[in-house]
DNA sequence: ATCCAGGGACGCG
DNA sequence: CGCGTCCATGGA
């Protein structure tokens, strides 16, 4: 088990953040996590944070996927202190982090949240784990890793309404199909250096739009200039930013404000 | 019942 | 390009 005493991080808030579908709180200050194949289980008690795994999975895995390394206090430092919406939404959820998530499972999993909401989306990816996910012990726990591409072919688009996936189910069929036969690379998406670059190529996959595409950069890619509008983002644009949202300000990290204003609108109250 | 949820494809003018 | 319309599903 590693211990390690971290500031601006709390699970709590990471949990209920959005970005992430299969965390789970599954007892008081105590989370479980499934990201691509792994699970961790993990305990916070103000600063200090338990994770239980080893001193390699820690280091090479779990340190880059919570943006360990990086301070969000200086993300924190430099809102504008006049703007008391912003900042009240940065105060709120201090502890969030972006994740650097699997690109695979982040395209599947963003298909799946369009016109849906968070609770339905975590049914449906956690059943389409279960469905097509290699069955994975840690320990004694027994969970169902994410499908990769080859597995999740061999679902037809009935076998994933069947799944309650809706009129998605289409796009996940040929999104996967796009994958497999090489049309898309992940590896070169991947490798871009440049945002709009890796979301040009993003907006090729069928039902990946500018919001998809955005989230697919923000939470898999680390694009921090990736600022998805969803409802409840085009909601806060047009109340508090009808001049449009401070983009110069906040260049190179414009996506960690826009998950301050979402967590916000979900938790404030 | 009606509305809404981390939207996007498509057709139209 | 900007605009309607349709697309499943379940909870409030």
């Given at each position: 088990m590693i211990t390690v005493e971290l500031d601006n991080f709390s699970l709590k808030e990471i949990c209920q953040s959005?970005?992430?579908?299969?965390?789970?709180?599954?007892?008081?200050n105590t989370y479980e996590l499934i990201a691509g194949d792994q699970y961790l289980k993990m305990t916070q008690d103000g600063g200090i944070v338990n994770f239980h795994c080893s001193d390699m999975e820690f280091i090479c895995y779990w340190v880059p996927y919570f943006d360990i390394d990086a301070d969000y206090s200086s993300y924190i430092a430099k809102i504008n202190p006049r703007d008391t919406y912003l900042s009240a939404a940065a105060e709120c959820g201090s502890g969030i982090r972006i994740l650097q998530q699997d690109l695979w499972e982040m395209i599947i999993t963003f298909l799946i949240s369009q016109q849906n909401n968070i609770s339905r989306i975590r049914g449906c990816v956690e059943r389409l784990c279960e469905a097509y996910g290699e069955k994975k012990i840690s320990g004694e726990k027994e969970y169902y890793a994410f499908p990769n591409p080859e597995r999740l072919a061999a679902a037809s688009e009935d076998d994933l309404r069947g799944l309650g996936m809706g009129y998605r189910a289409r796009y996940i069929v040929e999104t996967t199909r796009s994958i497999l036969n090489g049309e898309i690379s992940l590896d070169r998406i991947y490798q871009y250096r440049y945002y709009s670059r890796a979301k040009q190529e993003l907006?090729?996959?069928?039902?990946?739009?500018e919001k998809v595409a955005d989230c697919i950069c923000l939470f898999a890619l680390h694009h921090m200039d990736a600022f998805p509008i969803d409802t409840h983002i085009r909601q806060v644009l047009d109340e508090h930013y009808k001049r449009g949202f401070p983009n110069r300000r906040y260049r190179g990290m414009r996506g960690i404000m826009q998950q301050y204003i979402f967590y916000y609108e979900l938790n404030k109250k």
């Open positions: 959005g970005q992430c579908f299969r965390m789970y709180e599954t007892e008081e907006l090729k996959l069928s039902g990946v739009g």
